[in-house]
């Protein structure tokens, strides 16, 4: 199964379009904007969006409803406990989330072995969650997803459940993630013109 060129083509125009309007506009992650270029710039792929990775506080009326969520803190990078602190400082109600997500990345590709070469790739590099999210006559989605991720809880209205020591602990797994998965995007960026 493949795209047929003409829908490709045209689906990575309108992509670098939005593309062009999200960097206007501050809404792409700084760290990741050179891998986006390299990967645009390869014939038979382009991207659609993408996240670098983060750490962050979150509010949540409850558990699982992000349409309600509100980031008290969001870092796509290293973080110090005094931030996390902060941003902790700032819950009034509902729960109060500590979390990590790896880097993300949707990748369209032109043909199947496009697709496939781009998922070993990514395999071999460390983003262990990658797949081939869509197949179709119109599109053909490949997601670049990492295995680091924490949810943890540390309160709820208002009241803190956890010790400072503890956020001082989490925050520390949090940075080595953060680490790990920027590591594994430099390497990403590196061998991506291997395609």
């Not at 962050?56 to 005094?82: A, C, I, Q, T, Y």
């Not at 993300?104 to 460390?126: E, K, Q, S, Y």
Request: net charge positive; charged share 30%.
């Amino acid at each position: 199964m493949f795209l047929h060129t003409k829908n490709f083509d045209e689906q990575k125009a309108k992509a670098m379009e939005s593309l062009r309007k999200a960097l206007a506009e501050n809404k792409v992650d700084e760290d990741i904007v050179s891998l986006l270029e390299k990967i645009n710039a390869l014939e038979n792929y382009f991207t659609t969006s993408s996240c670098s990775g983060r750490i962050s506080v979150m509010e949540m009326p409850h558990f699982g409803d992000k349409v309600n969520s509100v980031w008290l803190g969001k870092w796509h990078r290293e973080v110090s406990v005094e931030e996390v602190l902060e941003a902790i400082g700032r819950h009034r109600s509902g729960q109060l989330w500590f979390l990590v997500r790896s880097p993300i990345l949707h990748v369209g590709a032109r043909t199947m072995d496009d697709a496939v070469r781009l998922l070993n790739l990514a395999i071999g590099l460390g983003f262990k969650y990658s797949s081939i999210k869509s197949v179709s006559h119109k599109k053909l989605l490949v997601e670049i997803r990492s295995t680091e991720r924490m949810d943890v809880p540390l309160g709820e209205n208002g009241e803190l459940w956890v010790s400072e020591e503890y956020i001082k602990r989490i925050v520390a797994i949090a940075n080595s993630q953060v680490r790990r998965f920027k590591g594994k995007l430099k390497r990403l960026e590196e061998e991506i013109e291997k395609l």
